[in-house]
């Protein structure tokens, strides 16, 4: 068979609990940041997008998670339910080429729990201007004519201006995610999300049945595993209407999806108690994702505020680090850690839109040889390890040297 080596741009897939692209591992260094396609619209900024695609792409970054949406809001790519402003959809397209341009693949977020962007938020107002008896935002996840509304989002349909590239075909979308951070207070058994995440994954999937789909999910433990409600961050987790297990057993879901954020969830103050809880979380979805749900996870937002009392970059170095090495210690094993994206990473010039966790690679010298470390680590494995090795070979003497020695 002719070598197709790393050149062809190829879908990532899924096998058992590992992404593979041209036969070969797939796991994941890379980052969010989300207002890309905003940024994308006006020419002063636009130059923003490949800045940080090419700073992440220093560091070795290959994966990059951003928002397809903006729902009625200022820049607004719906306008109204699939009504669309073009020049809105071609700074997407513009966002998609760029990323091309630079090896860096995107997962692309379909709409918001939360009302930055507009979110669901948004489609219950446009239900509400239409007519419709919804008073919840929760309604989004039941009302009939809000699910129509989220499935009419063209986005997969897209043809891309730049590339000719319908968005369905296109592999440098690595996943779809339903939507960031769902949660359905009003129902905590879990229920009305549920089905909400089944209904959705079944409708993406009938229209592009070749990219991977995640749901974009906290990871919180719900009613279906009482006995997992421990690994969670406190008590009201339980209660918000996802659960990890059950959802991730939907059809039509390739990966799990966990964020994690010791600091807005356990103590705003820094302490080492971030560092306990983010191990054992990590630890108790990569478990269950391989033992339960037989498929990989992906840490899909992951950070500390630098407004966080006590907070210094130190602490954010050995935050990351933690986050890094329980990856290595699952890719090693041939587990289910798929990888890690950090929240977030800011080129020069937009400190303006720092929500104290942006990144900026220039400012940050030790943090950036964090990733870049990883993401070296992370290659090596990828090039070198077929799915069948696990590491039984010649290379891991080498390998285990250079993932475990910091000098080198």
Not at 43 to 53: A, D, L
Request: proline share 3%; with cysteine.
């Amino acid at each position: 068979m002719g070598d197709l080596g790393g050149d062809e741009w190829a879908m990532v897939v899924r096998k058992g609990n590992q992404f593979m692209v041209n036969d070969q591992p797939f796991y994941v260094n890379g980052f969010n940041t989300y207002w890309l396609m905003v940024f994308a619209v006006d020419q002063s900024t636009r130059g923003k997008v490949s800045e940080v695609f090419q700073q992440a792409s220093s560091v070795g970054l290959s994966v990059c998670r951003t928002w397809a949406f903006n729902d009625g809001q200022w820049r607004a790519l719906q306008k109204s339910p699939a009504v669309y402003d073009e020049e809105v959809f071609k700074a997407l397209d513009f966002v998609i080429s760029e990323a091309k341009k630079h090896k860096i693949r995107l997962i692309l977020s379909l709409t918001n729990n939360w009302e930055a962007y507009g979110g669901k938020a948004q489609y219950v107002k446009w239900g509400k201007a239409a007519g419709l008896n919804v008073s919840s935002d929760d309604d989004f996840f039941s009302d009939p004519t809000l699910k129509s509304y989220y499935k009419a989002h063209k986005i997969l349909t897209r043809v891309n201006t730049f590339t000719n590239v319908t968005y369905k075909d296109d592999p440098t979308i690595f996943a779809w995610e339903l939507m960031n951070e769902p949660r359905c207070l009003s129902d905590p058994t879990g229920d009305r999300l549920q089905a909400w995440i089944k209904e959705m994954a079944l409708y993406v999937k009938s229209i592009d049945s070749r990219h991977l789909l995640e749901i974009g999910l906290e990871g919180f433990y719900g009613p279906s595993t009482p006995d997992r409600a421990q690994f969670n961050p406190n008590t009201f987790a339980t209660q918000v209407g996802t659960d990890f297990i059950r959802n991730h057993q939907a059809f039509g879901i390739d990966f799990a999806s966990v964020h994690i954020y010791a600091d807005s969830w356990i103590s705003k103050t820094i302490s080492d108690k971030h560092i306990q809880f983010t191990k054992t979380w990590m630890q108790a979805h990569m478990d269950d994702a391989e033992k339960t749900l037989g498929m990989p996870v992906i840490f899909g937002e992951f950070g500390v505020s630098a407004k966080d009392q006590g907070f210094n970059t130190s602490f954010r170095d050995t935050f990351m680090n933690t986050v890094y090495r329980a990856i290595l210690d699952s890719t090693k094993k041939g587990g289910s850690g798929g990888g890690t994206l950090v929240w977030q990473l800011f080129p020069d010039g937009t400190d303006y839109m720092d929500d104290g966790y942006a990144i900026v690679l220039s400012k940050s010298p030790s943090t950036s040889n964090i990733m870049s470390l990883q993401s070296r680590r992370l290659m090596l494995f990828n090039s070198l390890c077929s799915t069948k090795c696990h590491w039984s070979c010649k290379k891991k003497n080498a390998l285990e040297t250079f993932l475990y020695h910091e000098e080198l």
